[in-house]
């Protein structure tokens, strides 16, 4: 079992619609969970960060965590053809002073207008 | 504030050469993490420095090494180079927390020939 698992894609949405982005992690120790934007040939982006079951909203993007189930979600409002890019999920590992993240390989989000 | 800075850019060596790729995180950070980023693998974690002591090793051979000065500046070396570590380096920096994710460098983008 891959420790950070996330659909591929493509995932096309249209324009103004919902995009959703699923993340699931085999580590149940771990504690933070991190989504990164990035853009071809680009170098990624901290979108957001959640360490809390439940839901975190930062303007158009809300992350959801449920430790239970072990996974990590990123919602996306009102897509705009600017949000087309690659969604990384990234989980810091359990450990005192440990600072290494773990991703995902990414979801390729493509919003049509 | 200026961001976390890699150079060079872009880098064409040779089968067996040695490279050395350098970084110097945010001002104040004091974590630097180093990933290598392929197609086919995704971003896979080389190491991370911590006032000048490597933390954590990732999963790759010995002939990549690293170190980080007293002023948090870090290199990355790379030796007897094969055609497999054509890739993009990704440098991170965080602040001594670490728990508000890591910004990355643009990256120095290495092909072997």
């Known amino acids: 079992q891959k420790e950070v698992e996330q659909n591929s894609g493509p995932l096309s949405v249209p324009e103004g619609a919902i995009a959703s982005l699923n993340c699931t992690y085999s580590d149940r120790g771990s504690q933070s969970f991190f989504w990164y934007r990035q853009y071809s040939g680009k170098s990624p982006e901290l979108i957001m960060f959640i360490y809390s079951n439940g839901d975190k909203e930062d303007g158009r993007f809300t992350a959801q965590l449920n430790k239970a189930s072990q996974y990590v979600s990123l919602l996306i409002r009102d897509s705009q053809p600017s949000d087309s890019a690659t969604y990384l999920c990234?989980?810091?590992?359990?450990?005192?002073?440990?600072?290494?993240?773990?991703f995902g390989k990414g979801t390729k989000l493509s919003v049509i207008p | 504030k200026a961001g976390v800075t890699q150079t060079p850019r872009y880098l064409i060596k040779t089968r067996g050469q040695q490279v050395t790729l350098s970084c110097s995180p945010i001002s104040g950070h004091r974590s630097v993490s180093w990933y290598q980023q392929t197609p086919g693998q995704g971003l896979q974690f080389l190491f991370e420095?911590?006032?000048?002591?490597?933390?954590n090793k990732g999963n790759f051979p010995g002939r990549f090494s690293g170190r980080q000065f007293s002023n948090s500046r870090s290199e990355m070396n790379v030796s007897t180079l094969e055609l497999g570590d054509s890739a993009l380096y990704l440098c991170?920096?965080?602040?001594?927390?670490?728990?508000?994710?890591?910004?990355f460098g643009s990256g120095t983008r290495l092909t072997v020939v």
């Open positions: 991170a920096s965080s602040s001594f927390i670490g728990v508000y994710g890591y910004t």
């Open positions: 420095y911590f006032s000048e002591t490597q933390r």
């Open positions: 990234a989980v810091k590992k359990p450990g005192a002073g440990s600072y290494q993240l773990t």
